[in-house]
């Protein structure tokens, strides 16, 4: 069975500062997705950035980056510029790319900015 | 927009009552889904449902059954609720994989059940 990891449950940063949160997976496969959702206060999941394993770049979104080592099956959130409304509970998740399979989770990080 | 409505924010039921939760969404998806949350140890995913009538256990389906008797809508059922079932209870849906393209989750803003 896959499983995901985020090995930091809190993290915390400056205001404008640079944050990185980490997720490893466990995998036999070789097509799957990866994805990082966001949960704020207001409870609403909300995805931030996804990247297929076929695709050796990166992905980007704004101030959100992903730096995907298939090797290592890591998949860290870099967020640039951090700003107060990217408070919230982060999870990295996991799907295969077969089917209608469902996403698997991991345990979550709080990510807290400081003014 | 994609809009996933749970019909409860907040519910407070007794050991035994049988409880339901409702979960609605307007964008004809066909993947529905009911996860738990629970704090250090993030979303796990209780049942699914590919289409009308069809449902399938996801990793914790003990005590829980679900209803799919339309398509935008899905229920969760506690036939008999007990206190370790209190939870963050987030319905979700997406359209169905079809070939590379990958539908992501749309979320409900959850229901905070509490078992007395």
């Known amino acids: 069975a896959q499983t995901v990891t985020q090995s930091q449950p809190e993290m915390s940063v400056q205001e404008a500062e640079t944050v990185t949160l980490s997720c490893t997976y466990d995998?036999?496969?070789?097509?799957?997705?990866l994805f990082w959702y966001k949960q704020p206060p207001s409870r609403q999941m909300i995805l931030v950035i996804r990247q297929e394993a076929y695709k050796q770049q990166n992905a980007t979104e704004n101030r959100f980056s992903v730096n995907f080592q298939k090797a290592a099956k890591s998949f860290s959130l870099k967020i640039s510029d951090s700003q107060l409304g990217d408070a919230a509970m982060y999870f990295c998740a996991y799907r295969r790319d077969f089917g209608n399979e469902k996403l698997t989770f991991g345990t979550g990080t709080r990510l807290t900015i400081i003014p | 927009d994609v809009k996933v409505t749970q019909s409860s924010r907040y519910l407070v039921k007794r050991t035994g009552e049988k409880v339901f939760l409702e979960c609605v969404q307007d964008m004809d998806h066909e993947n529905m889904f009911w996860y738990r949350q629970d704090p250090g140890l993030g979303l796990r995913l209780i049942y699914f449902s590919y289409d009308v009538k069809m449902k399938e256990k996801g990793d914790i389906p003990e005590g829980y059954s679900v209803s799919r008797e339309k398509k935008e809508r899905f229920s969760l059922i506690l036939e008999s609720a007990s206190t370790n079932q209190t939870s963050m209870y987030l319905c979700?849906?997406?359209?169905?994989?079809?070939?590379?393209?990958?539908?992501?989750?749309?979320f409900g803003n959850g229901t905070r059940l509490t078992v007395t």
């Open positions: 995998t036999s496969e070789s097509d799957y997705y």
């Open positions: 979700a849906s997406s359209l169905p994989y079809r070939g590379s393209y990958n539908s992501p989750l749309h």
